[in-house]
């Protein structure tokens, strides 16, 4: 039973390099029928809902990682970035707390809670999470990303730049969504900054 499960996580994980979600899916549903706690196979499953927006699906997949293993931080992260994601922000905050709690050196865990922190208008809550990110992972895009947004609503404007120009001079592939962002919130800081509006 479990090469028969094996058999379609390895089909599902080659889906999902070829960026055929839907059907990865389908395919690790089939092999959890076989072996249902695989942990793996679940968050890859969790992550493909989250990716595809199909949160409901992906939420279910994140408690059931909780109830495989309580002790493990990866499916209270999961759990709180897309209940995040859902606008659940106060349960979100909690479960990301539980995840740091289990692993605080676990940088995206201290990205999440400061983008929640961030949209709860707790600016300096939000520039500390990021702050300690970056610590832990100095070249985390969305660290970055979140630090620069983070100094831009403290009225650190000239820092706010230096941090979207080192996330820039970091992302090789300039048509990326952060990067993207990154640019065009560098170029309001910078007219900000010619008028005088620190």
């Avoid at 994601?85 to 479960?95: I, K, N």
């Avoid at 707390?97 to 289990?102: E, F, L, P, R, S």
């Amino acid at each position: 039973m479990q090469k028969t499960a094996q058999k379609y996580f390895v089909r599902a994980f080659e889906l999902i390099e070829k960026g055929k979600l839907p059907q990865a899916i389908k395919e690790i549903g089939k092999g959890l029928r076989f072996a249902p706690n695989n942990y793996g196979a679940i968050v890859n499953r969790c992550t493909c809902y989250s990716m595809l927006e199909q949160l409901p699906e992906a939420l279910k997949d994140a408690d059931r990682l909780v109830g495989l293993d309580p002790n493990n931080h990866v499916g209270y992260l999961l759990a709180g970035n897309i209940m995040a994601e859902m606008g659940q922000d106060l349960h979100a905050q909690e479960s990301l707390n539980v995840a740091i709690a289990i692993r605080p050196n676990e940088p995206a865990a201290y990205v999440g809670r400061g983008n929640i922190s961030m949209k709860l208008g707790k600016v300096d809550k939000a520039f500390n999470d990021y702050v300690h990110a970056l610590r832990l992972n100095p070249t985390l895009f969305e660290a970055l990303i979140g630090l620069a947004r983070s100094l831009r609503s403290l009225g650190k404007l000239e820092w706010a730049a230096e941090a979207y120009e080192k996330l820039l001079s970091m992302i090789d592939d300039q048509s990326c969504p952060i990067a993207k962002e990154g640019r065009a919130e560098l170029n309001e800081v910078k007219k900000q900054l010619r008028g005088g509006k620190r």
